[in-house]
DNA sequence: CAAACATATTGACATCTGTCGATATGACAG
DNA sequence: CTGTCATATCGACAGATGTCAATATGTTTG
């Protein structure tokens, strides 16, 4: 589960601007966890691309399993990477790129 | 150690150019990965602030043992994000600040 | 060379993570 | 309501990761 709201910005000025609290650090750090993982970076150059993506059609795309893409998905929708919808019985998924401009804003920019 | 000479370009146009080979993701979730993880961040944000810092400093600075922090500056340095420079009997830590900016065009920008 | 000091490496350990098969949950169709 | 299909959760397991004490390596000074 995440710790912050999704929604909420991530938590702090760029990194050179000054020493990072431990909290901080650790929110940012569960932001760029969810990134840091090559399907999920599949995952989501796949959603992106797109513009948006059927759950249905990961597991063949990464080659992974559904459980295994499902977990994935979850993180990266926990971390606030990723929007979920329903649509009938499909799960569809979009970017939130202002969360990847938020991670770039702290990492220099 | 690393895959790839950390000088080196990280991988690949932005996310959404198009979905990413496993070799690519995989190159950039290493970078992700060293980034990944509070002290590490902390870190990084420390010698980002003060343009370089002296390792002897650091243990303290983040609250961690001596090995854990050469082990999380090695990780640092293995992922292309540090330089690492020696000084007499001291080990100075710089920020590669382009290879931050190569993960920012990747994820946006 | 030897002593002193800074940093890196080793070894051990607990915890976290990615993965999958099996199963549960939830949504529609009939 | 029952069956069917899509997705999520559970349980288990192997492998990766963060941590530290102990020790090795390397650099300077006497």
């Given at each position: 589960m995440a710790t912050t709201e999704p929604t909420a910005d991530i938590c702090c000025p760029p990194l050179s601007t000054g020493p990072l609290q431990t909290a901080d650090a650790?929110?940012?750090?569960s932001v760029l966890k969810a990134l840091?993982?090559?399907v999920r970076l599949q995952l989501v150059s796949l959603i992106a691309s797109s513009g948006e993506e059927c759950a249905c059609n990961l597991p063949a795309?990464?080659?992974k399993s559904q459980?295994?893409?499902?977990?994935?998905?979850r993180q990266l929708v926990d971390a606030g990477i990723l929007d979920r919808e329903q649509r009938g019985k499909w799960a569809w998924f979009s970017l939130r790129q202002e969360r990847l401009d938020e991670v770039c804003?702290?990492?220099?920019?």
């Amino acid at each position: 589960m995440a710790t912050t709201e999704p929604t909420a910005d991530i938590c702090c000025p760029p990194l050179s601007t000054g020493p990072l609290q431990t909290a901080d650090a650790e929110t940012l750090a569960s932001v760029l966890k969810a990134l840091a993982d090559p399907v999920r970076l599949q995952l989501v150059s796949l959603i992106a691309s797109s513009g948006e993506e059927c759950a249905c059609n990961l597991p063949a795309a990464v080659g992974k399993s559904q459980p295994t893409v499902s977990h994935h998905l979850r993180q990266l929708v926990d971390a606030g990477i990723l929007d979920r919808e329903q649509r009938g019985k499909w799960a569809w998924f979009s970017l939130r790129q202002e969360r990847l401009d938020e991670v770039c804003a702290i990492l220099s920019c």
